[in-house]
């Protein structure tokens, strides 16, 4: 697989880490009133779907950046590349 | 019919024409006691000791496919028990003894081979690591011994001893280890749970759960409604896609396991070797193909075919230790979905909705718990009470910190 990355182009996957679900950039509020059983759906349970996925890759052999790859899980088709720190900003993390 | 020597040689004598199918190709009847989803080698054992055990009747195997297609067709047949944790030593060790009784259980030949699994030590430490495991294995009945190289060597002269990066140091054998032909297992449950009554019936998918007053009552599939008082899932691999058609999450990622066959060759291989450290395992089937395979691919993937940089870590794996398989061609390569879980290891349990039970989270190494795991589930399904050797199966164990995690990975499914 060929991962597009948004700054340096063309990478083979295998230069990449794979970190999971994209939904992992959500971390739950340790200070919730249900935390605990929020933090055990975040950290144990996934929607794995069969499909487009959207999920974590990490550039370990590159430049280390984290990037939001959304792929079919179906044809391992990558359809989307993107930093995640711009989803993350996006869907509302300030950091 | 019963299968016998004599009955190979009368029927070799009479063409071949007394041979019947091996089990019924039956149709859905409007309702059971028990439908069982998925007609792998745990769906079809869970049936058949159902039948067989529990005295049960009224069973169902839905298979979306054929019998024998899915991950029972895929894997590479290995059986072993040599694990550590308390939550599945004495569970492997049962399915184990299972498969030393199997073929006269079934009255079929699934050629069950204890041609011994050997895992490769390159460290002190990892031989503190495998001493340990080795006992843990001792006290609950399996058998284990601690090889020198010089014994290892004795049974396999061709090993690579002085690997720069992974010298070999010795190894912890299971002699009762081995390997099976694994489409007899699914073919030989099917025909035993047949002859029990089961209904096992193909090209039938599951598209969706019957639930009443927040009880499952059956299930919907594409050849219609199935009415059942139990439904068990056994899907492993796909466990999330069917269980999202019951609201259910779970923890669990699919994930896609490649395995390899070289041409075949004159006996070279007599057991079963692990490399762990490099990736690699391989033993040699009664055909002659060396049958080997490594790492899970590592991300999330329903496609059952994998890509090349695992094939290539694979290879050199088996170069770093095997060097006269780079004299073998590859003849064929495949993939096959998995449950990988979030602590590696599976699920046999109720689920909160009444009436609907789940088998899962298999990763990649189900093949060798099938008997254990329809024996099992089977229990949990006619008692709704788990087996002794199953009890720490449970859904619950990730929100109580009760994981069992034989690599202590944590909850990174891929890295289990």
Same mark, same amino acid.
């Given at each position: 697989?060929?991962?597009?990355?948004?700054?340096?182009?063309?990478?083979?996957?295998?230069?990449?880490?794979?970190?999971?679900?994209?939904?992992?950039?959500?971390?739950?509020?340790?200070?919730?009133?249900?935390?605990?059983?929020?933090?055990?759906?975040?950290?144990? #349970?996934?929607?794995?779907?069969?499909?487009?996925?959207?999920?974590?890759?990490?550039?370990?052999?590159?430049?280390?950046?984290?990037?939001?790859?959304?792929?079919?899980?179906?044809?391992?088709?990558?359809?989307?590349?993107? #930093?995640?720190?711009?989803?993350?900003?996006?869907?509302?993390?300030?950091? | 019919?019963?299968?016998?020597?004599?009955?190979?040689?009368?029927?070799?004598?009479?063409?071949?024409?007394?041979?019947?199918?091996?089990?019924?190709?039956?149709?859905?009847?409007?309702?059971?006691?028990?439908?069982?989803?998925?007609?792998?080698?745990?769906?079809?054992?869970?049936?058949?000791?159902?039948?067989?055990?529990?005295?049960?009747?009224?069973?169902?195997?839905?298979?979306?496919?054929?019998?024998?297609?899915?991950?029972?067709?895929?894997?590479?047949?290995?059986?072993?028990?040599?694990?550590?944790?308390?939550?599945?030593?004495?569970?492997?060790?049962?399915?184990?003894?299972?498969?030393?009784?199997?073929?006269?259980?079934?009255?079929?030949?699934?050629?069950?081979?204890?041609?011994?699994?050997?895992?490769?030590?390159?460290?002190?430490?990892?031989?503190?690591?495998?001493?340990?495991?080795?006992?843990?294995?001792? #006290?609950?009945?399996?058998?284990?011994?601690?090889?020198?190289?010089?014994?290892?060597?004795?049974?396999?002269?061709?090993?690579?001893?002085?690997?720069?990066?992974?010298?070999?140091?010795?190894?912890?054998?299971?002699?009762?280890?081995?390997?099976?032909?694994?489409?007899?297992?699914?073919?030989?449950?099917?025909?035993?749970?047949?002859?029990?009554?089961?209904?096992?019936?193909?090209?039938?998918?599951?598209?969706?759960?019957?639930?009443?007053?927040?009880?499952?009552?059956?299930?919907?599939?594409?050849?219609?409604?199935?009415?059942?008082?139990?439904?068990?899932?056994?899907?492993?691999?796909?466990?999330?896609?069917?269980?999202?058609?019951?609201?259910?999450?779970?923890?669990?990622?699919?994930?896609?396991?490649?395995?390899?066959?070289?041409?075949? #060759?004159?006996?070279?291989?007599?057991?079963?070797?692990?490399?762990?450290?490099?990736?690699?395992?391989?033993?040699?089937?009664?055909?002659?193909?060396?049958?080997?395979?490594?790492?899970?691919?590592?991300?999330?993937?329903?496609?059952?075919?994998?890509?090349?940089?695992?094939?290539?870590?694979?290879?050199?794996?088996?170069?770093?230790?095997?060097?006269?398989?780079?004299?073998?061609?590859?003849?064929?390569?495949?993939?096959?979905?998995?449950?990988?879980?979030?602590?590696?290891?599976?699920?046999?349990?109720?689920?909160?909705?009444?009436?609907?039970?789940?088998?899962?989270?298999?990763?990649?190494?189900?093949?060798?718990?099938?008997?254990?795991?329809?024996?099992?589930?089977?229990?949990?399904?006619?008692?709704?009470?788990?087996?002794?050797?199953?009890?720490?199966?449970?859904?619950?164990?990730?929100?109580?910190?009760?994981?069992?995690?034989?690599?202590?990975?944590?909850?990174?499914?891929?890295?289990?």
């Amino acid at each position: 697989m060929l991962i597009d990355h948004p700054i340096l182009g063309p990478r083979d996957a295998s230069e990449f880490v794979y970190k999971g679900d994209a939904n992992l950039i959500h971390r739950p509020d340790w200070q919730a009133e249900d935390a605990a059983a929020q933090f055990f759906e975040y950290g144990y #349970l996934r929607d794995n779907p069969a499909g487009p996925h959207r999920e974590l890759w990490f550039h370990e052999q590159g430049d280390r950046s984290w990037l939001v790859v959304t792929r079919d899980t179906r044809t391992h088709e990558i359809t989307k590349v993107e #930093l995640a720190r711009d989803v993350a900003r996006r869907e509302g993390r300030s950091k | 019919m019963r299968y016998s020597g004599f009955k190979v040689i009368r029927e070799a004598l009479h063409g071949h024409r007394g041979w019947g199918p091996a089990w019924r190709d039956a149709a859905p009847a409007s309702d059971y006691d028990y439908v069982i989803i998925g007609g792998g080698g745990h769906g079809l054992a869970t049936a058949y000791y159902l039948a067989k055990e529990f005295g049960e009747s009224r069973i169902a195997v839905l298979e979306k496919g054929w019998i024998g297609g899915g991950n029972v067709g895929r894997n590479t047949t290995i059986i072993r028990s040599n694990y550590e944790r308390d939550g599945n030593e004495p569970f492997y060790e049962f399915s184990l003894k299972l498969w030393e009784g199997l073929e006269q259980e079934l009255n079929y030949n699934a050629m069950v081979s204890q041609r011994g699994i050997l895992n490769l030590i390159h460290s002190d430490a990892q031989r503190d690591a495998f001493v340990r495991r080795g006992n843990a294995m001792r #006290l609950h009945g399996a058998d284990a011994e601690l090889m020198s190289t010089e014994q290892i060597l004795a049974k396999y002269p061709f090993l690579n001893v002085d690997n720069a990066r992974f010298p070999i140091k010795g190894g912890l054998a299971q002699h009762r280890g081995g390997t099976v032909r694994h489409d007899a297992v699914a073919w030989g449950y099917a025909r035993a749970a047949d002859a029990r009554g089961v209904d096992i019936i193909q090209n039938c998918e599951v598209t969706g759960f019957r639930m009443e007053n927040g009880r499952c009552t059956g299930v919907e599939t594409t050849r219609g409604t199935i009415g059942a008082k139990k439904v068990a899932a056994c899907v492993a691999g796909s466990s999330s896609r069917l269980m999202e058609k019951a609201g259910m999450r779970l923890p669990i990622e699919s994930h896609v396991l490649q395995a390899f066959v070289s041409e075949g #060759l004159k006996p070279v291989l007599p057991g079963v070797i692990t490399f762990g450290a490099g990736h690699f395992y391989c033993s040699q089937s009664d055909k002659g193909g060396l049958v080997f395979g490594g790492d899970i691919d590592g991300y999330n993937s329903y496609a059952q075919r994998g890509n090349l940089p695992v094939v290539e870590d694979v290879c050199e794996g088996g170069m770093a230790i095997f060097p006269m398989l780079g004299r073998a061609r590859l003849l064929r390569m495949w993939g096959g979905v998995v449950d990988m879980s979030m602590d590696g290891s599976p699920i046999i349990d109720r689920t909160h909705i009444d009436g609907l039970y789940f088998n899962g989270g298999w990763c990649y190494g189900g093949f060798k718990a099938t008997p254990a795991s329809g024996f099992a589930y089977a229990h949990l399904l006619a008692t709704d009470r788990p087996h002794e050797i199953a009890t720490a199966y449970r859904f619950d164990r990730f929100q109580k910190g009760l994981m069992i995690d034989e690599k202590g990975m944590g909850n990174q499914p891929n890295l289990h």
